[in-house]
């Protein structure tokens, strides 16, 4: 039987983000890495379905009766209510409690991954599909919610959230190369079985390791918030990713991009009047909470620019294989998980928001580099060496982010903190490829074009480096 660890207390006093945190962080006991193990799978589980399915779509077309226009919609169906769907869900855990709704989430996505594994046309597929994003949008925010308030503030959080972003980014990087591996071997249903199979790995050690939390106070659900905030993302979500394939210029993107803007305007005034608000809008004036989520912003969606681009580039200009291709994003995934593996000490040593900005000004320089690649096949190696060097930055900056905003929020608002984050996380990784991406598929001349989307790439993150340094400068007393 779980444990109630229903949460009543404010946390200890934190010490300012920036400032460095004592060094060694204390051992963890076997419980306490169970824990982490479940929590830290079923994150692993969802970045694997972001990615898993991408070099499988061809074959799942050809299966299924898709057409290549609607192709999209495997990507999409998952990314809309998995976007759409964080804030509230990360709120109704607050309220209702965490445990529960992790649970859900994870049985959830466990039948989904099911369904779309068994598919026999293209709506019982994107039915499985959509209901995945559902489960994954309970299971993100209250996944790290749990974290963040099992693992006390200071070294031990830092180390459990270094590990569940390094995880995070090896899953993305996984996908993409046991996606070629398995749809080669054994057919695009392999890549959903595999998440079904980690579902029900984890869903029978949840319920007995997982405490329930959730705010001593039960106020009720704001539904005015819950319901303009979710149709703006949800608006919003489909704008961009449909932008993706095919451009600003179609109605119904244009018409999905300005309902979304006006529906998040609206959830702005909204909660400046509710009396139990679904997101505190002081809590949004928190300098640690607006600079680390732009910071946030910045580093996933302009990450995920530059793996697009270098597709691109790799697989249309140099003429690699799909799995000479995907070894380059193998290397990226190791490194990655070797910086995973030494972010609490950094941090710990130099703080989170220092790590945060140096990591940012490192991933725009060697993005940066990026520039110098052209149409010789030996570009390959610097390409390989640039953006695993860009990707280890890009992970301190996914860590460091999150401590950021999550520093000093008192565990009955973790839920609405976490929600932020992730909720961060999935515009960044959704609007970066509309942004910039277009710039090389428009291109007359693919090289230039991929120059272009580098170049800009570099500049945004290295501006947001230096604003977010300004914008989280420790204040100094005389």
Same mark, same amino acid.
């Given at each position: ?8 207390? *404010? ?30 799978? *079923? ?155 980690? *579902? ?138 070797? *910086? ?139």
């Amino acid at each position: 039987m779980a444990i109630d660890t229903t949460t009543s207390s *404010a946390p200890a006093p934190a010490p300012p983000v920036g400032e460095p945190e004592p060094l060694g962080a204390p051992r963890l006991s076997t419980r306490d890495k169970l824990v982490l193990f479940v929590l830290c799978a *079923a994150q692993f589980m969802v970045a694997l379905d972001f990615s898993v399915l991408n070099v499988a779509l061809p074959e799942l077309g050809a299966d299924l009766g898709m057409s290549r226009s609607a192709l999209q919609w495997a990507v999409t169906a998952f990314a809309l209510p998995s976007g759409g769907f964080l804030l509230l869900f990360g709120r109704m855990g607050d309220l209702y409690g965490r445990r529960k709704l992790f649970l859900a989430g994870l049985a959830l996505f466990g039948a989904a991954s099911l369904l779309a594994t068994l598919a026999w046309d293209p709506a019982s597929f994107l039915a499985g599909r959509a209901l995945q994003g559902l489960g994954a949008a309970a299971i993100v925010p209250t996944g790290m919610s749990l974290l963040t308030t099992t693992f006390p503030e200071g070294p031990a959080r830092d180390r459990a959230l270094g590990i569940s972003g390094t995880l995070l980014s090896l899953g993305f990087t996984v996908g993409m190369v046991a996606g070629g591996v398995l749809t080669d071997a054994l057919g695009w249903r392999s890549t959903m079985a595999l998440l079904t199979v980690f *579902a029900l790995i984890v869903l029978p050690l949840a319920p007995g390791l997982l405490p329930e939390s959730r705010t001593p106070e039960r106020p009720r659900l704001d539904v005015p918030g819950a319901v303009t905030v979710t149709g703006g993302l949800l608006s919003l979500v489909y704008a961009l990713s449909t932008a993706a394939d095919h451009g600003f210029g179609r109605a119904d993107v244009l018409v999905t991009l300005v309902a979304g803007l006006a529906l998040l305007t609206a959830f702005v005034v909204v909660e400046s009047r509710s009396q139990a608000p679904l997101v505190s809008l002081p809590m949004l004036r928190r300098r640690t909470v607006a600079w680390g989520n732009l910071g946030g912003l910045v580093t996933f969606s302009m990450m995920s620019t530059v793996i697009f681009a270098l597709t691109l580039y790799l697989q249309e200009i140099l003429h690699l294989s799909a799995f000479r291709t995907g070894l380059v994003f193998g290397v990226q995934g190791i490194l990655s998980a070797v *910086a995973g593996s030494c972010a609490a000490k950094v941090i710990g040593r130099f703080g989170a928001r220092r790590t945060l900005v140096a990591s940012l000004a490192g991933q725009g320089l060697l993005i940066a580099a990026l520039l110098g690649l052209d149409t010789h096949g030996w570009s390959v190696w610097p390409a390989t060496a640039a953006v695993s060097l860009a990707s280890m930055c890009h992970l301190g900056a996914i860590i460091s982010y999150g401590l950021t905003v999550t520093s000093g929020v008192p565990d009955q608002e973790q839920g609405l903190a976490t929600g932020l984050v992730t909720s961060t996380q999935q515009i960044g990784m959704t609007v970066g490829i509309p942004m910039l991406g277009v710039l090389a598929t428009t291109s007359d001349d693919l090289m230039a074009g991929v120059h272009t989307v580098l170049g800009l790439d570099a500049l945004i993150v290295l501006a947001a480096a230096a604003l977010i340094g300004l914008g989280l400068r420790t204040r100094r007393t005389a």
